[in-house]
């Protein structure tokens, strides 16, 4: 799975949406609510860091199994320390890569989340950098 965008979000956008707190069931329907309980700010919800936060378009199905897709917009985060087990953005050799870290007996792999893909080995020999930490997914239905 490939980058094939990436942006910043709006420094002062500010909207909020209607935000209704009682849960929607999945299952059986449960009565209305008549009012609203408050807004919903997305920037607030989504984005802890707003200077180290970006939005990144990707490409591909090396992560299907993660649940992301291809055209799909990861929100990541460059502030949040990448941890074993993280979904990251990492730069190699100079491309940026979707992957799952994965940090075992001292090495470094970057695993992808479809059987059909080869993990990736990190290897003194390969240029690699962390670039962030995927924190959300947006994907259209």
């Known amino acids: 799975m490939k980058v094939i965008g990436i942006s910043k979000p709006l420094k002062n956008s500010r909207d909020s949406y209607p935000y209704f707190a009682e849960s929607v069931q999945a299952g059986f329907p449960s009565p209305a609510q008549d009012h609203l309980e408050k807004q919903l700010d997305l920037n607030e919800l989504l984005i802890k860091h707003p200077a180290a936060t970006f939005f990144v378009n990707v490409q591909g199905s090396s992560m299907i199994d993660a649940g ?10 460059r502030a949040i320390t990448p941890v074993d087990g993280k979904i990251v953005i990492a730069v190699i050799n100079g491309e940026f890569t979707v992957k799952r870290l994965n940090k075992k007996d001292g090495q470094v792999w970057l695993v992808s989340e479809n ?27």
């Open 68 to 77: 992301i897709h291809s055209g799909d917009i990861l929100i990541v985060d």
């Open 115 to 141: 059987p059909e893909f080869a993990d990736i080995h990190i290897t003194d020999e390969v240029d690699f950098e962390i670039w962030g930490v995927v924190t959300y997914v947006i994907n259209k239905l």
